[in-house]
């Protein structure tokens, strides 16, 4: 299996290249501003990619080839973006790149046998919705724009949805691991309608619960949109009920209804989505410029370092959020419509990937944790992007590797990671099975 | 589980499906929708980062440029315009929060030097920013300063002169003028100024009855037509009746049979009515269509600031078979409504052998290295009429300076060819009592070969076309031609 891991090395060459010709470009658009740092920044980000490159070939020689050249393409591309913005952002950034892929081999050493997290399952709940609740905490929780997102301990501030999101989904898969098949058994046709039984059905009210909280008291409407979403995917794929997704979709719906028609923050949200011309220079203002900044990009888009962030001789700014929420129409602006269609790319190979390995895998729980843990990225991605584009309400959720912000960053290396983990366990076993029983084995 | 797996996947290729829609109706199908919107500021923002190119007068006089204002990110050009008012039109302004007009708004894109989408991705690959062309006019200052002086010494009124050979624009005045530099500061009271109304071009918009100088597009049908030659003889009494009403000489003078070049000299009117009875109201309709009424003038400023000339009914141009009074359109009365722009085409197809050019402000466009990138090549709008008709004309009209109503634009030692006007226009309450009078003069010089066609027009006054306009047209013909 050592050429899965050449593959690898061979897809990073591409995300150099990338990376030193985004580099290159801003440095070459900006070097009044900027000094010629930057092309050291890109050296030390492929000493990094490279290191990590020879610690999986140690540690998971049979993992997927290409989910770590994907996040590192993705990485290389925020890093320049927000390098763009602001190269101060952009070191800090380039810490966290470097925190994050420290914890990512912190769990490959420690959870090499990752089944032992199906036996803390509880406790990993109740962590996860302990951080969801931390930002509400008296003394450390942070509000940001209206929302409750941040959480402040001394120097160290960090986004705990972002880690939350892990926890919910390493204990919806255990969780469904030991009790679809009572789901399925169980369920009942009433009215025509297949309802699973009540019974077994307490754990997955609680997570509905934690989104309406989460929609309510965090007012965090982009975590919850995407904590309920991965919750359905992985019932589907667990019980292969669509009717309990409907029922799923049912209950969500009814509840934003509810706090939408009572809780103002939330309405404010979803009229600004339905009409942000009612309001163009306050609430709507962000969601506007979002859109004029992609409609400034065309098929090409202006260029690195060209787009204007603030209006010119002031510090208000013309894209709000430019280097979070926002990041992807700047990427729309600056690369255009085709920069734009890759990076959605990226994270659709990122997603194909990731459910390659849940297809691979042999027992339930690392089938549904791979499910789990791909769905919920991607969500992720499509939340913000689909906000920005006024597909959906604009709610404020990272762009996974791309979007400066430490917590992301880290929360989504251990992503990552668990994702090689069940592939290297997945294939290594293909592979024994192939060896023993002759069976022909996929080399990808 | 397996099948669900796929199925999942499949939604998710799905949503992101959506997304590249979305991103793609955004940034190409409604981006050009979106860059129009009022609360988008970013194509303007964007704009003022672009150093935009001069405007020159035909001589290499700075009629505008931009000037840079702060530094680093914050850098951005400002619009100044040395010359103050005597370019204010046909210029106009261009400036990041009150818009643009005139020639700074239809030749925007090569002043930014917008290039297409993929001549500019070639520029970026090349880390070329993008930079402004200078556009250089034919206007020039002499003939323009002479209008403006001569306007502003007769009353309100426009001056347009074009050279007939290849419809460049050498003069185009408006009075009262407004300096561009004030539209930052004053827009609000320029445009509120209801009096003066200085931000209207009326070279171009100015849309007033032709009078007599209409006489000339009745001559031109009727030779063309064939309904008379120079020989043909038309009774012409003091006075006939035209539907029901007495329609007059303005001499009150009775002139027996005679042919165009006596009619045209004594600006007889009852000569002309009946012509232009003779002629029908289709053919002269046909004739003013080839002059370019009925029509947007083909000139280089933005559409919606040049408007057209004809016979109006309200705001509707009337045609071919609509019920006019084709005896008093052929005395240039009636509905008539012109600019000035239109008669100068006028006096220049007929200078012009009977070709009318396009008429064009811009002379050539110089890109930030000096290279002539590109170059106004004279085009043909029409031929309205045969040459022999046209140099019939011009004897007959040399006749108006010579020994007509005209002689007031008589230059020595030049042949001017030329007619005059004078409508009244008691309607027009903007006017006094007194000062009724609508005076023109349209004519070209030298008669043999000319270089300059000039229409002129005064608003409100109480002097005559020969009194007033000719004038006028004397003293910007002879800056014209002493610049030659």
Known sequence: MRSARNRELIALVPVALLLSAGFAAVFAQEETRLGDLSLVYGAYFLAVCFAAHVYLRLRLPNADPYLFPLVALLTAFGLVMVYRIDPDLARDQANWFVLGLVLFALTIHFLRDYDVLERYRYTIAGAGLLLLLAPRLPGIGQQVNGAYLGVKVGPLAFQPAEFSKICIVIFLASYLREHREVLIVGARRVLGVTLPPLKHLGPLLVVWGASMFMLVFIRDLGSSLMFFAAFLALLYVATARFSFVVIGMGMFSLGAWFFASTVPHVHDRIQTWLDPYQDPTDSGYQILQSIFAQADGGLFGKGFGQALITIPGTDAPLLPAAQTDTIYSLIVNEVGLFGACAVVLTYLLFAARGFKIALLADDGFSKLLATGLTAVFAIQAFVIIGGVTRVIPLTGVTLPFVSYGGSSIVANFVLLALLLLISDRARREAAAAARTGGLAVESA | ?484
């Open chain 2, 1 to 484: 589980m397996n099948r669900q797996i796929v199925k999942l996947f499949g939604l998710i290729v799905v949503l992101f499906a959506v997304l590249v829609g979305f991103t793609s109706y955004w940034s190409v199908f409604d981006a050009e929708a979106l860059k129009e919107k009022t609360a988008n500021k970013r194509p303007l923002l964007e704009q003022q980062q672009i150093e935009r190119g001069k405007i020159l007068a035909a001589d290499g006089t700075t009629i505008a440029r931009s000037v840079a204002k702060g530094e680093g990110e914050g850098l951005r050009y400002v619009r100044r315009y040395p010359e103050g008012a005597l370019y204010g039109h046909p210029i106009g302004y261009s400036f990041v929060q009150e818009g643009d007009s005139e020639f700074e708004r239809s030749h925007d894109d090569e002043l930014i030097g917008e290039e297409s989408e993929f001549v500019s991705l070639l520029d970026e690959l090349r880390g070329q920013t993008q930079e402004g062309n200078d556009v250089v006019t034919n206007l020039d200052p002499e003939g323009q300063r002479a209008a403006l002086s001569g306007l502003e010494a007769a009353g309100f009124g426009a001056v347009v002169a074009i050279e007939p050979s290849t419809g460049r624009v050498r003069v185009m005045a408006s009075n009262p003028p407004y300096d561009p530099n004030r539209v930052p500061s004053e827009l609000n009271e320029l445009n509120r100024n209801l009096t003066e109304r200085p931000l209207y071009d009326r070279a171009t918009q100015g849309q007033y009855p032709p009078g007599s100088t209409f006489k000339v597009v009745t001559a031109a049908a009727g030779l063309g037509s064939g309904t008379i030659d120079l020989e043909s003889t038309i009774e012409a009494p003091a006075t006939i009746d035209v539907q029901g009403q007495p329609l007059a000489n303005s001499d009150g003078a009775s002139y027996g049979a005679i042919p165009l070049e006596a009619a045209l000299t004594g600006s007889v009117n009852t000569w002309f009515a009946q012509l232009g009875e003779q002629v029908g109201s289709d053919t002269l309709f046909e004739y003013m269509d080839r002059f370019g009424f009925g029509s947007t003038p083909a000139i280089d400023l933005p559409d919606d600031q040049v408007y057209r000339s004809g016979v109006f009914e309200g705001r509707d141009l009337l045609g071919r078979g609509d019920p006019v009074d084709v005896a008093r359109i052929a005395i240039g009365q009636e509905r008539l409504a012109v600019t000035a722009l239109q008669m100068a085409q006028v006096a220049a197809a007929v200078a012009n052998g009977g070709t009318l050019m396009k008429p064009q402000i811009w002379n050539r466009v110089v890109d930030p290295d000096g290279r002539v990138t590109e170059r106004l090549d004279p085009a043909v709008y029409s031929e309205p009429m045969e040459e022999e008709t046209a140099a019939a004309l011009t004897d007959a009209m040399e006749g108006v300076v010579s020994e007509g109503t005209g002689t007031n634009a008589a230059i020595s030692g030049v042949s001017v060819a030329g007619k005059t006007g004078t409508a009244e226009t008691p309607f027009n309450e903007s006017c006094g009592e007194t000062d009724a009078n609508q005076a023109w003069f349209i004519g070209f010089a030298p008669a043999d070969d000319p270089q300059v066609a000039i229409a002129v027009t005064v608003e409100c006054t109480p002097s005559f076309g020969g009194e007033i306009a000719a004038p006028i047209f004397r003293e910007v013909a002879e800056a014209l031609l002493n610049d030659e």
